[in-house]
Nanobody, 121 residues
């Protein structure tokens, strides 16, 4: 089994910064990519940022220049540094890890439970 656990959400004022962390653990042979998605009330889940094992990044247009995704391979952990936060960044943020489990060739997607980020004055 693979577990994905996020941390770091909270309530902050507009213009503030916040860093989210996501750690994958369990029977992991390799991690193809890890990323962050978010879902605001009444909206579909959307990609925020994604980082592949090869180092390629992808960001939503709405967060480019404000958010940075990074990783610690030794810890199977990915971070999302969020700067200049806006009220429209308010959402539940979910971590996704595309993982090949030990003994399996095909990677699968695993999700965390989500962490709430609220940006409000």
């Amino acid at each position: 089994q693979v577990q994905v656990v996020e941390s770091g959400g909270g309530l902050v004022q507009p213009g503030s910064s916040l860093r989210l962390s996501c750690a994958a653990s369990g029977s992991i042979a390799s991690i193809n990519a890890m990323g962050w998605y978010r879902q605001a009330p009444g909206k579909q889940r959307e990609l925020v940022a994604r980082l592949t094992s090869g180092g390629a990044t992808r960001y939503a247009d709405s967060v480019k220049g404000r958010f940075t995704i990074s990783r610690d391979n030794a810890k199977n952990t990915v971070y999302l540094q969020m700067n200049s936060l806006k009220p429209e960044d308010t959402a539940v943020y979910y971590c996704n890890a595309r993982v090949a489990r030990s003994g399996y060739l095909i990677p699968e997607n695993y999700w965390g439970q989500g962490t709430q980020v609220t940006v409000s004055s």
